[in-house]
């Protein structure tokens, strides 16, 4: 099954003590040559209806905002799964610039400051939002993903969507991800361990035996898991298997092993180039 996402404006939404403020900080962002998808909230109640209706994918706050602690209100979205990574941004006036890096820890990205110019921060929230929307897996990587559970399958292709990666294909059983290897080549291989046709092993040495076919040698293989004890894990490193992601895991996790094993996987390229 090959999944297609449209690419769409980044979904952003604007918190501010003068709603007058923020349609004038507005005006600036339409001038940028990134597009977002800006919605102005005006209290904490559209604020917390937002964030359980909709799919924010950037935050920007004010740093004196009058009707919450605004330090409680980042914790909060902090603990979030769901907004765990998402970019905040907080609006201050000039003198209380260098402020929120004293909260590092609540990842705070930037900061831009009253009076408004697009010359203070255009280019720098530019640049945020081209990171945020720029592929954790490049762009031209086919990936094949194998489970036998369809809600882990669902959850998958969910997951792929969300990092905005489009070339992949899932299958149930062993027998269909070798027919699947044998029409094309892929990049990054996500496999269950336990199979009813057999473990993900056997499409291991399936794929490392095709030694002349150079993508498929220098392929990326994780296992999903729920098995992890060190007998196991010592399995997965005879079989050069870049990673491992325990079941059940956020898409977060999910993230993160993606972005620690495409990094490690290409280290290992360098030196054994």
């Avoid at 705070?108 to 400051?113: S, Y």
């Avoid at 194998?146 to 990666?165: A, F, P, R």
């Avoid at 399995?235 to 993230?255: A, G, M, R, S, W």
Wanted: proline share 3%; hydrophobic share 40%.
């Amino acid at each position: 099954m090959l999944v297609m996402k449209k690419v769409e404006p980044m979904k952003t939404m604007m918190l501010l003590n003068l709603e007058e403020e923020a349609r004038e900080l507005s005006t600036h962002f339409n001038n940028l040559k990134i597009k977002t998808n800006l919605s102005i909230v005006k209290n904490m109640d559209e604020f917390v209806s937002s964030l359980s209706t909709e799919n924010i994918e950037c935050f920007i706050l004010d740093w004196n905002y009058n009707h919450y602690p605004i330090v409680d209100l980042v914790e909060k979205i902090r603990k979030s799964a769901k907004y765990k990574k998402t970019p905040i941004v907080f609006v201050t006036d000039k003198k209380d610039a260098r402020i929120p890096i004293q909260y590092s820890a609540l990842n705070v990205e930037m900061v831009i400051p009253r009076p408004f110019s697009p010359a203070d921060f255009g280019d720098s929230f530019t640049q945020l939002l081209e990171q945020k929307s720029s592929s954790v897996i490049p762009e031209n990587y086919e990936v094949l993903i194998l489970d036998n559970n369809k809600d882990i399958l669902e959850i998958m292709v969910d997951y792929m969507d969300k990092l905005g990666h489009t070339r992949f294909q899932t299958c149930s059983s062993i027998a269909e991800a070798k027919k699947n290897i044998d029409k094309k080549d892929f990049d990054i291989f996500l496999l269950d361990w336990n199979l009813d046709d057999g473990t993900c092993i056997d499409l291991i040495d399936y794929v490392r035996s095709k030694k002349e076919n150079k993508r498929l040698a220098e392929s990326l293989i994780m296992v999903i898991t729920g098995r992890n004890d060190v007998e196991d894990i010592m399995t997965l490193v005879q079989y050069n298997v870049c990673d491992h992601i325990i079941k059940p895991f956020d898409f977060n996790e999910f993230e993160d092993k993606i972005i620690y094993a495409l990094d490690k996987h290409k280290k290992n390229l360098r030196k054994g180039a």
